[in-house]
């Protein structure tokens, strides 16, 4: 794949900017990749194991010349960065982020950019529970989707480059209005999150009464509950923060399930928990059948390479 952009420059140097980074190296789509992090300690990390080709020391210099900047921090961090950004950014550069949540996202960042710069807010739908400039992997995009958010004013040219790069990272590329992907990514990751974190809070309060049991007996579900709950705690706070209507709502639909089982269980109904779990069942296998997963048992924990 050939270059399309001359210098990008990626803002937060974490799991998604590290795998970006190595994503573009891996395809040759960027003429320099220039890395900045707040702290010293990343930036020493992140030069240590060669991450970008430069690491800049401050967020202007960082962003100055670049015709792609990303950022990469935590959606309650965007709207500061931007902010401080904004004086130096190239004319017809694109302005780009990855955060989970997309309308806050773009409340927070659009009022302060200036004119002649392109904001194409985009998703990658993949991830770990790991964090750091040491957790990336150039892998971690390939055959998972990027959404991207553009509004309807957006510059089509800069939409069609950015869902280039995004290919040339070895994702699929769909484009989406922003409100819907707060709604559905309420639905497919953030609520099973909050459950993941309450599952485990549970059990942990358990733990004190079990002593070690929950963590020495943890059979799978549990397991898998626990690695979705190891997620970085500020990055989720913020999605939380930023994605509260969409989540209340499904959250409220979740409880009504919640109590329906209950009651089925109460009442010895096996009939209404068979043809739920059947119809659960199949979404499974479609997460299969779209090569979102893998059917390995065990979630394909030993197939797998890094989560
Ligand atoms: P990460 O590994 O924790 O890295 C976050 C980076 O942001 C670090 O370099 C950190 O700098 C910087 N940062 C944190 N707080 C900041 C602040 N207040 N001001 C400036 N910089 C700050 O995070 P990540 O997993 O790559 O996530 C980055 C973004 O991608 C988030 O918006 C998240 O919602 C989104 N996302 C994450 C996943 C996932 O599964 N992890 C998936 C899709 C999208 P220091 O190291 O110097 O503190």
């Known amino acids: ?96 982020d990855v955060g989970s949540v997309k309308r806050a996202v773009i409340d927070a960042v659009a009022p302060h950019l200036p004119n002649g710069v392109d904001f194409i807010p985009a998703h990658p739908l993949a991830g770990t529970e790991h964090s750091g400039p040491r957790s990336g992997f150039a892998e971690l995009f390939d055959n998972r989707y990027v959404l991207l958010t553009p509004e309807a004013d957006s510059n089509p040219d800069a939409v069609a480059r950015l869902r280039a790069l995004w290919e040339g990272c070895g994702a699929k590329v769909e484009e989406m209005d922003a409100d819907h992907h707060d709604l559905v990514l309420a639905v497919t990751s953030h609520t099973p999150h909050l459950i993941a974190y309450t599952m ?64 089925a269980i109460r009442r010895g109904d096996g009939d209404h928990l068979h043809a739920y779990f059947t119809r659960t069942r199949a979404i499974r296998r479609g997460i299969i059948e779209a090569g979102q997963d893998t059917d390995a048992p065990d979630f394909g924990r030993i197939a797998r390479k890094k989560d």
Request: glycine residues 8%; hydrophobic residues 50%.
């Open 1 to 96: 794949m050939s270059q399309l952009y001359t210098r990008v420059a990626l803002i937060g140097l974490g799991l998604i900017a590290g795998s970006m980074s190595l994503a573009m190296r891996r395809a040759g789509l960027a003429g320099e990749v220039v890395g900045y992090a707040r702290s010293p300690q990343t930036r020493d990390v992140a030069r240590e194991i060669g991450l970008c080709d430069h690491i800049a020391d401050d967020l202007a210099s960082a962003v100055a010349g670049a015709d792609l900047v990303v950022l990469c921090v935590p959606v309650g961090a965007m709207e500061a960065v931007a902010r401080e950004m904004a004086p130096h950014l190239a004319t017809g550069a694109t302005i780009s």
């Open 200 to 263: 485990v809070g549970v059990a942990d309060d358990l733990r004190r009464v079990t002593d070690s049991e929950v963590i020495k007996y943890s059979a799978a579900g549990f397991r898998d509950f626990t690695r979705i709950a190891a997620s970085d705690p500020t990055m989720w706070r913020d999605v939380f923060l930023s994605n509260k209507d969409a989540t209340l709502e499904i959250l409220g639909r979740f409880t009504e399930e919640l109590f329906a089982l209950q009651r």
